[in-house]
């Protein structure tokens, strides 16, 4: 999900406890929540379940916002289980969905991205959300992921070339489900 505000703690702890129970898989997978908007919605922007169908290259924007994200030939993820119904399976090589949202973000920006993650023990880098700088570039300015050594991790880059870096503390490479969040 994507939020243009800052989503305080109550908030981002009453999202984790409205998970379901979550299911067993062997790989990383990327799963949103949540059916249906409700009043703690106050600046969603973007809302993608990843439940749609094997094959797919179109995902629903749930927020009503029509932010439909989509990938191109190769790059689309696999369909594989999640916490709810269906998730995507990304092969953290080249798997991406894109979506038209536009973030103009800078070091002043309220927002807040929240993800259902599940990690491979295995897994090296593993991106939950990035933005380029500008279309077609390779460069985020902003990326949210999990590094080389499992731990959750922010980093960033202005036009100026200025940089901030982020890292938890805690190592999330354990084949378990995770509820993550960037504010």
């Known amino acids: 999900k994507i939020y243009e505000r800052a989503l305080s703690a109550a908030e981002i702890q009453q999202q984790y406890n409205s998970k379901v129970t979550l299911l067993e898989g062997e790989s990383y997978v990327v799963n949103t ?60 090589s080249n798997d991406a969905i894109n979506t038209t949202y536009q973030f103009n973000y800078s070091a002043s920006s309220d927002f807040t991205w929240t993800a259902w993650i599940k990690t491979n023990p295995k897994s090296t880098f593993n991106m939950i959300m990035g933005v380029t700088e500008e279309a077609g570039t390779n460069d985020p300015s902003l990326k949210f ?39």
Not at 55 to 71: A, E, I, K, V
Not at 152 to 179: I, M, P, Q
């Open 33 to 92: 929540r949540y059916n249906e908007l409700g009043p703690d919605y106050n600046g969603l922007v973007g809302l993608w379940h990843l439940n749609e169908p094997s094959g797919s290259s179109n995902f629903t924007d749930s927020s009503g916002n029509q932010y439909t994200g989509y990938c191109i030939g190769n790059k689309c993820p696999a369909a594989a289980e999640g916490i709810l119904s269906g998730a995507f399976k990304f092969d953290g």
């Open 145 to 183: 992921y999990l590094n080389s050594n499992g731990k959750l991790e922010a980093s960033s880059r202005d036009l100026s070339g200025n940089a901030w870096n982020a890292t938890a503390n805690k190592v999330l490479h354990d084949n378990n489900w995770h509820f993550v969040a960037l504010v």
